[in-house]
Structure formats: structure tokens, C-alpha cells
């Protein structure tokens, strides 16, 4: 059972905005920046935004992050084939003293 | 180039012991704090250790507190972790990774495989 809770899978057509979403509490995301990575199949995972709504060099900005309470939202903007795979979310807890991590939510580009 | 490269995985029988290493290149390593992440097949991530840049301080989930050890080399520029008393459930790819600030992992290596099986 992860400490931070996202749906199990998404889906969406090539050129459609989809978002996930990741949803904890005061001590992880209510009081500390989320971050997301991407995992595509066989790979390691990559980081895809930090501190809610920041892009590492290299990060199409068709990906964008928000955060508000205790929730925060990956959106992916036009859609593509080499998208799909796994994203998952990732905060601070201040009561595990340590990073937790959601479940994880499969991207299906139909 | 940035990367990190693990290596020590293995098949292991249940109670028994092995030993990560990580190599790092391209930035200043000694900066950095390190971690070590897994991923049980078919399941998500799960963080289970890190280490200041220093080697100073470590820190470990209640999961693994106790079997589990990580530490640094910085003249080598290598992360290890040292795993004891194995179970089933510590059947995982571990990743090292590279952190950039609480929760932030900016660098991954491929991973490496541990099984813990009779």
C-alpha cells in the first residue's frame, strides 16, 4: 500500500491532454514539493518535474505539474505513442522521514 | 557524461547477504546525497536508503533499518549497500540514484537484480 495514491491507469489518443493525479496528506505533499518520473517499458525512471512545477533540462514542455493541499497533477499535453508507460509521484514525508512514492499509474496512448 | 552504474546483484537464498555497489561519473560526487531505490517485479518504487554527501548521516525506512546498511566510498566515487538477513519480499531491481534535493532523484543507473529465493 503506497503512502501517496494515484489511479492504476490512464488513457488517451495522439494529440489529447491527459492528467494524472496524486493524492497524500499534510506530512508528505501538504507541506513539501512533489515530483514526478516517468518509467517507459524496460527502463530506469527519469525524472519528469521537481518542486511541483519544474522541467530538467531536456523535458519537452508539454509536460507540466501543479500542486494544490494535499493532491498535485501531472498533465501531458499532445499526446504521444512514446509516452506510454508507467509515472509515478514522489514527496517528502515529514513523519517517515523519508521519501515516499505513489503507486504508480499506467499511461496507455490508445 | 553524468551516470551512475550498479553492480552486485544476484540470486541469493533467504537469510543470506550481498552487497551493492554503485559507480559514479561526471559530476562531483562527494557534493551529493545517494540513494538507493527498488522495485519489486510487476510493483512501484520504493526508497530504501540514502546518504549525505559526506557519509555523515544515512538514513533508512523501519523496512529495512537493521538488515540493511549504506555507505560511501568518495575517493572511489562509490556507493555501496550492504543487504543481510534477506527475504522473498527484498526480491527487486535496485536502483542507485543520484539526489538532487528530499524526494528528487535527478540521475538513475539501469539497475541490477537481486532475487532472494531457495
Known amino acids: 500500500q503506497s503512502v501517496l495514491t494515484q489511479s492504476p491507469s490512464a488513457s488517451g489518443t495522439p494529440g489529447q491532454r491527459i492528467t494524472i493525479s496524486c493524492s497524500g496528506s499534510?506530512?508528505?505533499?501538504?507541506?513539501?514539493?512533489v515530483n514526478w518520473y516517468q518509467q517507459l517499458p524496460g527502463t530506469a525512471p527519469k525524472l519528469l518535474i521537481y518542486?511541483?512545477?519544474q522541467r530538467p533540462s531536456g523535458v519537452p514542455d508539454r509536460f507540466s505539474g501543479s500542486k494544490s493541499g494535499t493532491s498535485a497533477s501531472l498533465a501531458i499535453s499532445w499526446l504521444r505513442s512514446e509516452d506510454e508507460g508507467d509515472y509515478y509521484c514522489?514527496?517528502?514525508?515529514?513523519?517517515?522521514?523519508?521519501?515516499?512514492f505513489g503507486g504508480g499509474t499506467k499511461l496507455t496512448v490508445l | 557524461e553524468v551516470q551512475v552504474l550498479e553492480s552486485g546483484g544476484g540470486l541469493v537464498q533467504p537469510g543470506g547477504s550481498l552487497r551493492l555497489s554503485c559507480a559514479a561519473s561526471?559530476?562531483?560526487?562527494?557534493?551529493?546525497?545517494m540513494n538507493w531505490v527498488r522495485q519489486a517485479p510487476g510493483k512501484g518504487l520504493q526508497w530504501v536508503s540514502a546518504?549525505?554527501?559526506?557519509?555523515?548521516?544515512?538514513f533508512l525506512p523501519d523496512s529495512v533499518k537493521g538488515r540493511f546498511t549504506i555507505s560511501r566510498d568518495n575517493s572511489k566515487n562509490t556507493l555501496f549497500l550492504q543487504m543481510s538477513s534477506l527475504r522473498a519480499e527484498d526480491t527487486a531491481v535496485y536502483y542507485c540514484?543520484?539526489?538532487?534535493?528530499?524526494?528528487?532523484?535527478?540521475?538513475w543507473g539501469p539497475g541490477t537484480m537481486v532475487t532472494v529465493s531457495s
Open positions: 499534510s506530512s508528505n505533499i501538504g507541506s513539501n514539493t
Open positions: 546518504i549525505s554527501g559526506s557519509g555523515g548521516a544515512t
Open positions: 518542486d511541483n512545477n
Open positions: 514522489a514527496a517528502w514525508d515529514d513523519s517517515l522521514k523519508g521519501p515516499v
Open positions: 540514484a543520484k539526489g538532487s534535493e528530499p524526494a528528487a532523484f535527478d540521475i
Open positions: 561526471g559530476f562531483p560526487f562527494s557534493s551529493y546525497a
